[in-house]
């Protein structure tokens, strides 16, 4: 089951919490491997930054590619979801994002590509299926992969004529708390796993 994940911070309906839940999601970080995306990175900062209007800009350290918005998980849904995400097998792969676009509905600018690597694809899906599995809403929308680089933005931004033009190269994702932090939030990793290398999955394969 795919989603969608525009509003993946603010999106569940306000029920009342469970005393042992935490607010976490599935992400891919955009600073690993740090060799290939060391570059790309910091681009993408001085992008984000650069575009003129108001709204509230995301911090650096909190860009992140997510792959499916969990909500409130309690301790026992946490266990359950890391044994099972342990099973997974999927490729490592790379993405190219070459597209700047907003949400009006969400008020959110965000970076996406034209096309969506086939794991990607097929992680997300499998992550979203294993929250449903467990009782967690999940949006039942197309998952569009983005980066959200601004939120609260009440209209569209003037925007760069050069499209954006990033390469990252993607070789775990982890499993994220998002804690709140002052007026903001900060996320804080609490479980990663590797993706596949070519050469393992080709030793598996024979």
């Not at 919490?17 to 570059?39: G, I, V, W, Y």
Request: aromatic content about 8%; charged content about 20%.
């Amino acid at each position: 089951m795919s989603h969608h994940s525009g509003t993946h911070h603010s999106g569940q309906p306000d029920f009342p919490h469970p005393p042992d839940s935490r607010r976490m999601f599935f992400a891919l970080p955009l600073t690993e491997p740090p060799a290939a995306n060391q570059a790309p990175y910091q681009r993408l900062c001085q992008l984000k930054d650069a575009i003129p209007g108001k709204g509230r800009t995301i911090p650096d350290a909190n860009l992140h590619l997510t792959l499916a918005f969990l909500g409130q998980v309690t301790d026992e849904q946490n266990r359950q979801l890391v044994a099972a995400v342990s099973q997974l097998a999927i490729p490592a792969f790379s993405m190219h994002f070459n597209l700047l676009r907003y949400w009006k509905r969400s008020r959110v600018l965000w970076l996406g590509g034209d096309t969506c690597p086939e794991p990607l694809g097929r992680l997300a899906e499998q992550l979203s299926q294993l929250a449903l599995d467990l009782g967690l809403i999940q949006d039942a929308r197309r998952y569009t992969p983005h980066i959200t680089l601004r939120k609260n933005l009440r209209q569209r931004p003037v925007l760069p004529d050069e499209p954006p033009d990033f390469l990252f190269h993607f070789q775990r994702f982890g499993l994220y708390i998002s804690e709140p932090d002052g007026p903001g939030v900060r996320y804080r990793l609490a479980n990663q796993w590797p993706l596949i290398q070519p050469e393992i999955a080709e030793q598996d394969s024979e």
